[in-house]
Structures are given as C-alpha cells and as structure tokens.
C-alpha cells in the first residue's frame, strides 16, 4: 500500500499534465496568423503580436464595412532590422475579393502606385497592399531604397490562397479607362460602403437583396467632372427592372445618363456636358464569355485507355459480325438447295468452266 502523501502527489501531477494537454492541444487547433516569423533580415518582435477576430480591432469606425467585405481575423506585430522598425497589420478576409475591395476602399488617389502583392500603393512611410485574401497596412519609421523590395518578400511569404478563394473580380474592368482619376475606382458589394463612399445611387435603389455588385469611378475631362457607377446584377431582367426604378427617382448630383448592357447598369453624372457623359456610357459594353463546363466525350489522347480499349471492342464486334453473317448465309444456302435443289445456288450451268484450247493445231 502507497502512503496518502504519495497518492496525493501523483493525482496533482497527473492533473497538471492533463491540463498542460489539453492547453497544447487548443494551441495547436488555432489557426495561425498570416505574419511570418521573418522576411528580407526583417524579424518579429513575440511580445508585439496582438491577434482578434473583431474587426473593430482592424478599424474602429469602418469595422461594419471590413465585416461586408468578409472579414475573419486581424494579426499585428512590429518587425526590426539593424535598429529600425516596422508596423505590420495584417487583416484576413474570408476570399480574394474581399481583400480587394478593403484595398480599393482604403487607397487614397494621393498615394502612389507599387508594384507590391497583387496591388500596393504608398504615402510617405505607409505602404498598403494586398495579397490574395490578406490586406496589409505596413508603416516603416525610416524608408529606404530597399524598402519596397523588403515588402515584396513580405508578400511573398504570407499564406497562399486555394485558387477557388483567389480569384478577383472582374467588375472593375469594365469602367471606361479614358480620364479616370489615379485610385479613384472602388468595389463595393454592401449598402455601408457605398453609403460611405458617397455614391449617388442610394442602397434602396441599387437594393442588395439582389446580390448585386458595384464599381465606382471618378472622371477628370476637359470640362468638369464626373462619376461613373457601374452596377452588375445576377441577370438582366433584374438589370433592366433597377435601372427603371433609379430613372424614375430624384437622385442628387445629377443630370444623370443611364443605360443597360447584358446585366449591368451604368450611370454617369456630374458637371460634364451630354456628349461626353454619352460617350463614358459608350465605353461599357457587357461581353459574355461562353465556355463549357467540360467535354462532352474525352478525346483519345486524354482517355487512353479508353481508346485501346474501345478499339479492341470495335475488332471484336467486326469478327462477330462476319461469323454471324457468313453462317446465315450459309445456312440459308444449304437450305435453298435442300428444298429447291438445281434451281438457285448449284445449277450445273452455272459452274461449267469456259476452256480455251490454244494448243497449235490444225485449223
């Protein structure tokens, strides 16, 4: 028999490691955070590592827009290198869409354009870019030449996204090119952006519940200033149906010019005259791409096996088919001459033999 003392001591260790299980084991199932521990000499600093899944955490006054555009968590951390340091804010949506449209939100048209992840623009020592469904505020005390080069490692360390998440929309694309201020063009795909943004079309109008999708864009031409709308819609018959209702409103900020194409809706208003607004509309035309979901048949050289396989069934279905029919002929032969015989297949004038005799004789 063991002592009380000792019983004892073993049921507090055995809790103790019962307890430190279970805490690795929830460590282990959390998801981590997109931020590397280093990249380009840069490394992170543990102790400044704040984590959340509030977007309030990210943006106290813009969280209900982070949160229409799917956001699920934040990682922050500040990195240093030869005495100089860097904040990192990492925000995570739930696709690559998401992430896009924060960026197109937060890009000023002051900032300048890098070639940093998928998009990247800077002002002064703040870098934002994003990288597939991660956007990244980056704040640097001291820029350097390398600077943006450090960047894009940062970039290229963050997660990878699966290609179904990874894609981007293609919205945007379809605002007119010509005149269009430098980080102007926004994507919106809820009601508190696009209040936010201040886009003339109200949530009411443009109405949600439809799961449409938005693109705004200002315009600079050689007599005033615009701005282009551009709204795509599931199908055209509720295109045609929301343009109707935005025609017959009073909306601000007009004149406006409107006009439908496939599922979009795109209107054009400000201080520009009537020509120019028309040919902003002009320059967006819905162009539907027409591709099938998959073969209809496998071509032999992406189904071999099925070939030769399809082939040797066609050789034996032929040898098949011919033993069947010579033994029906035949068959059908021998029982003509049984019940008519000397009257179709075995006439003795039929089998005779013409014979030429060539042998040099007498004539």
């Not at 030869?82 to 000023?108: C, E, L, P």
């Not at 900032?111 to 002002?123: F, L, P, T, V, W």
């Not at 080069?149 to 970039?155: K, T």
């Not at 009601?191 to 003339?200: D, H, I, K, Q």
Request: hydrophobic share 40%; with cysteine; glycine share 8%.
């Amino acid at each position: 028999m063991f002592p009380a003392s000792f019983k004892s001591l073993c049921l507090r260790s055995l809790s103790v490691i019962l307890l430190l299980g279970t805490v690795m084991s929830a460590q282990s199932k959390a998801p981590a955070g997109p931020l590397p521990q280093a990249f380009s000499g840069w490394r992170i600093d543990s102790q400044s590592v704040k984590a959340s899944k509030d977007p309030a955490a990210a943006d106290a006054t813009d969280a209900p827009v982070l949160k229409e555009y799917g956001f699920t968590d934040l990682e922050s951390a500040t990195y240093s290198r030869n005495g100089r340091k860097m904040q990192i804010k990492a925000a995570r949506f739930s696709d690559a869409t998401g992430a896009y449209g924060a960026f197109t939100y937060y890009v000023q048209p002051q900032m300048q354009i890098e070639k940093i992840g998928d998009r990247g623009a800077s002002s002064n020592t703040r870098i934002l870019f994003f990288k597939g469904n991660i956007l990244i505020d980056a704040s640097i005390e001291h820029l350097s030449a390398m600077s943006g080069a450090d960047l894009r490692s940062l970039a290229d360390a963050l997660p990878r996204l699966a290609s179904e998440n990874g894609k981007l929309p293609t919205l945007p694309a379809n605002l007119p090119s010509q005149s269009l201020e430098r980080n102007t063009s926004r994507y919106i795909i809820g009601p508190e952006a696009l209040a936010r943004l201040g886009v003339p079309i109200p949530a009411q109008l443009i109405d949600f519940s439809k799961s449409p999708e938005v693109a705004i864009g200002k315009y600079r031409t050689s007599q005033g200033e615009a701005a282009v709308t551009l709204v795509g819609y599931p199908t055209p018959q509720i295109a045609r149906e929301r343009m109707d209702a935005m025609q017959a409103a009073s909306l601000t900020g007009g004149p406006f010019y409107f006009k439908r194409t496939g599922p979009y809706v795109v209107a054009v208003n400000g201080n520009i005259p009537a020509d120019e607004a028309e040919s902003l509309l002009a320059s967006v035309n819905y162009d539907a791409d027409v591709m099938p979901l998959q073969p209809t048949k496998p071509r032999p050289v992406e189904d071999r096996a099925g070939f030769v396989f399809a082939l040797v069934m066609l050789c034996v279905i032929a040898v098949l088919a011919a033993l069947v029919f010579g033994f029906v002929f035949g068959g059908i032969r021998i029982l003509a001459n049984r019940m008519f015989p000397n009257r179709f297949f075995s006439r003795p004038e039929s089998v005779e033999i013409i014979r030429l005799d060539l042998r040099q004789g007498d004539k």
